[in-house]
């Protein structure tokens, strides 16, 4: 029972606004992953970039495809932003998810700087670096 009220509280506390990211890049993935929480697919999907929009043509086509190929972005228990590198014009933002079963999943975020700022060009899950004794 204790488990169940303190991932309710979690929840609760990661749907809230988050506080402001200096970091414009940072802030836009934190700000994608505040509106998967709330299940919010149509403020999620301005977030994407046009390539990524016409790839799924509407926020109900992108949800799904967050929650059946993304799960832990869908459903985040805990995120930290890691390091940036700068590619081509795009920078890649990797980003530390642990899941709401205690599981840590290493993505890199693919942005693109557009008219209306920055957004969201693919999230890439990359193998998780090996922990030996």
């Known amino acids: 029972m204790s488990q169940i009220i303190a991932r309710l509280a979690l929840v609760l ?23 998967f929480l709330a299940d919010d697919f149509d403020t999620a999907f301005t977030y994407a970039s046009p390539n990524i929009k016409r790839l799924f043509g509407s926020p109900e086509r992108f949800g799904q495809m967050v929650r059946n190929g993304y799960p832990m972005v869908h ?11 700068e590619m081509d014009g795009r920078v890649l933002q990797r980003v530390m998810i642990r899941d709401m079963d205690g599981r840590v999943h290493m993505l ?23 922990v030996g004794a």
């Open 75 to 85: 459903r985040p228990e805990e995120v930290t932003m890691l390091d940036q590198q």
């Open 108 to 130: 890199a975020y693919q942005m693109i700087e557009t008219d209306e700022g920055w957004q969201i060009n693919g999230v890439q899950i990359l193998r998780a670096p090996e």
């Open 13 to 35: 506390t990661l749907a809230a606004p988050l506080p402001a990211l200096a970091d414009p890049i940072q802030r836009v993935i934190n700000d994608q992953l505040s509106a």
